[in-house]
């Protein structure tokens, strides 16, 4: 039986692919170990070309949901990519950590006034760099007064870490952080960018302030985190 994928969808033919060949994977239709049918089969079963079908599976592969072996074919691996986040912030320096390279895209640079002050207001995807692209785990929100960060419009923060320039030309350094999480419903845009299923309403977000090294409140931030990050919680029982 066909599946015709949607021309007029705002997620890309290849990434609807991706998203249905997932949730066959996870609901067992195709099993761990078991190859899943080929780029022939595919190209035939949802009518579309071979090239939709080669990103959607290179998707997966990213993902840890399959293999690809030459010559026989490409198997499900129920082995799922996770990044935990242990501490809040210091996303560049984590990557590193594990031999990776951090990625940003900016969506959105402004000024806008809260409360009657002016604060930069900075929202970026972060991912991480990928043989097949980016891979994205987070959307970060931050808002900065521009009292204490005056100029920070002039940095290209897709290719500059936010906390390296406070750090390195204006002498300020994150110190701590109080952050609540809690479910944050999402649009469409933010699905597309982190590969959530469009059934999906909500994520998990971590919202809150930073302080520097002077207890002196820095930023407010808001971090949406997608399905491929996972949390690790350490705490002390007294």
Request: proline share 3%; glycine share 8%; hydrophobic share 35%.
């Amino acid at each position: 039986m066909s599946i015709i994928l949607d021309k007029n969808d705002f997620a890309p033919l290849y990434i609807q692919l991706q998203r249905i060949i997932r949730e066959k994977i996870l609901n067992g239709e195709y099993k761990q170990g078991e190859a899943i049918p080929s780029e022939s089969e595919m190209m035939k079963m949802f009518q579309t070309t071979r090239g939709t079908v080669r990103k959607a599976i290179s998707m997966l592969v990213t993902e840890g949901l399959v293999e690809q072996i030459r010559g026989k074919g490409t198997f499900v691996r129920l082995n799922p990519l996770k990044y935990s986040i242990w501490n809040f912030g210091g996303f560049t320096d984590y990557l590193k950590s594990r031999n990776e390279v951090a990625v940003s895209e900016v969506l959105e640079q402004t000024t806008v006034n809260m409360g009657g002050k002016a604060y930069f207001k900075l929202v970026r995807a972060r991912g991480v760099k990928k043989d097949t692209g980016v891979l994205y785990l987070t959307v970060d929100t931050s808002y900065l007064p521009v009292s204490l960060f005056p100029g920070l419009e002039r940095y290209d923060f897709g290719k500059e870490s936010l906390y390296n320039v406070l750090r390195n030309d204006y002498r300020t350094y994150p110190g701590r952080t109080e952050i609540t999480l809690s479910p944050e419903e999402v649009n469409d845009k933010i699905k597309e960018i982190l590969q959530v299923d469009k059934k999906e309403t909500s994520l998990l977000k971590a919202e809150g302030v930073v302080f520097d090294q002077n207890n002196t409140e820095i930023e407010k931030v808001k971090v949406v985190y997608g399905p491929h990050v996972e949390f690790k919680i350490m705490t002390n029982m007294n």
